[in-house]
Structures are given as C-alpha cells and as structure tokens.
C-alpha cells in the first residue's frame, strides 16, 4: 500500500534531514508531509470561480518555533485552487518540534484534495479518503525514493564513524511507532536505535525486501538508480557530518549517473533529471578537487531530496 511504505519514507527522510540539520547547527528541519503533525488543520473554503477544478494541491509552509504556519507557497495542484489551500495552510497550528529539547522550525508540505464541490473530501489529519485517491501505488519517482532511501541506512549503519547521527535517525523510526498509520508489519523496526550493527543490518535488509516485494513490481530499473542516487546522497551527507573536503566517491557516482539519465525509461521525473545533469555539470567544468566546488555539489545535492518527496512530477 503506498500510504504504508510513503509513511516510512517520509519519516526516515524526516530524521535525514534533522540530522544533517544537527551537524550544520541549523534550526530549521525538514518535516516531509506535516499534515499528520498538525493539532488544528481547517479546511479550505472552494473557490466559486473553481466550479470545474480538482484534484491535489501541495503547500510548502514554514513553521515556526511556537507551531504557528508563517509562511505558505503552492508547490503544484490546478491554479484556481491554490490560492484557497494557501490561505487555509497559513491557519494551521502544530505542537512546536524540539530537538535536543529546544524548539526549532520547521518546512514542510501540507496536501489537500479538492474533489468536485458536491462531493469534495480533503485530507484532515492526514488522514486521506481512499476514494479521494487515483492508486495506491508507487509510482517511478516514490520507487527512486525508497531506493535511495535503504541504500543509505544501510551506509549509514556500516559506517561507525556515523554511530551518533545513525542513532538519531534510527530513532525517528521509533518515535513513528505511535503513529497509529503506521505499518504493523514494520514493527519490527522499533529495535534499530538499541540494536547492534549486525541486527541493524537483517532490519534494513528485511524492510527493503518487502519494499521491493509489495511495491517495485515492474519498476526495478527506478529501484536500481535509487540506490546510485542514495550513494549520491550519503556521500554528501557523511561529508558534511564529519567534515570531508574528499570528492573522489561523488565523482565515481555521478559518472555512472551521467550514463542512466542520458535516455532515461518513460516515467523517470524530469525535475530530477535537469538537477542531476546541472550538478554534473558543475563537477566536470571546474577543479575536481576544489573544497569550495565539493560544498556548492554537497548543496546542490540536498535539493534533491525535494524534487523526490515534495513535489509532483507531472
């Protein structure tokens, strides 16, 4: 079910991101889908002059540390309809988000569904009417996702020099058990912030073979560049987490990269092509070595994490 391993997604990409904030000092987090999160969440008034749209509009919004929505920009969703879910984004409330017990802020996308005025139902508490819903399955951009998403908790649990960031992100999946949504057959992911490195590695294992089982299906191709784009990723976040300048591994990546995309399969997301390409780019026009050239790559590479889980492709 795509609500079942997208919920997994987001929350392990929701400790990512928290983490990397933690090694840059930063107070702001990144927190996925925050619909879920929301205490209060009204619901948009439709537009009259949107008699004939419908369909999904994503929100980026800001929250601030007192859990108040400050700021609140459509990602995607019918034109007529976006200004109605930015204004209801910015009446939301949320619980304040602590890390390491002092309150931080946090970006994020609110998703609502408009369905035809008589009979329109919008996402409340993140809760989604499933006949609201086109599938419920993943489609070519969530398969890279979840790709990259396991091949980096597996460098992650390998690496000991990463044991304390590793410990935080693990624990994100701990905190999730709570969450009533979450899957019951993944309960057996609570063990990973107290388990050895050993065991820690049979629970990725296990947790990307029902992945791959329940939700790749004919797309192996996308699950395959999913874990290169995972290399990708971690190299750049075990970079900044330690304080690496060395680029040779990004490098290796990104040239075997540079073949996938040149004529990717239908389906692959064209965002995420034009950024690769663009940080291609970069890494082949300048000094490979440069330590300035390894952070405007590092940052560039972070950007990727939007294209996959914040906005739709089209």
């Given at each position: ?17 928290t ?71 910015m ?6 988000t ?22 329109r ?32 908790l ?33 309960e ?16 990725i ?34 970079r ?21 995309i ?19 780019q ?24 939007d294209?996959i ?6």
């Open positions: 079910m795509k609500k079942r391993l997208f919920l997994l997604v987001a929350v392990i990409f929701f400790g990512f991101s983490g990397l904030t933690q090694t840059q000092n930063d107070k702001k987090i990144f927190g996925g889908v925050v619909n879920g999160k929301a205490i209060d969440l009204p619901k948009p008034e439709f537009p009259a002059e949107a008699i004939n749209a419908a369909g999904e509009v994503k929100v980026q919004v800001l929250i601030d540390e007192q859990g108040n929505v400050v700021s609140a920009k459509a990602l995607s969703g019918h034109p007529l309809l976006q200004q109605a879910a930015e204004q209801a984004a009446k939301a409330k949320f619980k304040p602590l890390l390491e017990g002092n309150p931080v802020k946090v970006s994020g996308t609110i998703t609502y569904i408009f369905n035809e005025p008589k009979t139902e919008i996402i409340e508490n993140g809760k989604i009417d499933p006949s609201a819903t086109e599938t419920d399955e993943f489609d070519e951009t969530d398969i890279i996702g979840g790709g990259a998403v396991f091949r980096m597996a460098k992650f649990n390998s690496d000991d020099r990463l044991l304390p960031l590793t410990n935080t992100l693990f624990g994100f999946i701990t905190n999730a058990m709570k969450d009533d949504d979450f899957p019951k057959e993944l057996f992911a609570k063990e990973l912030p107290t388990a050895n490195k050993e065991r820690r590695a049979e629970i294992a296990l947790m990307n073979s029902i992945f791959q089982e329940k939700d790749v299906g004919d797309k192996k191709w996308f699950y395959s560049f999913g874990q290169d784009l995972g290399d990708l990723v971690f190299e750049s976040l075990k900044t987490a330690l304080g690496e300048t060395d680029n040779s591994q990004t490098r290796i990546v990104l040239s075997k990269i540079r073949d996938q040149i004529v990717p399969p239908a389906g692959f997301p064209e965002k995420l092509r034009s950024q690769l390409k663009e940080i291609i970069l890494s082949e026009n300048r000094n490979p070595d440069s330590p300035a050239l390894t952070r405007e790559i590092d940052q560039k590479v972070m950007t990727l994490l294209l889980f914040d906005e739709d492709e089209e």
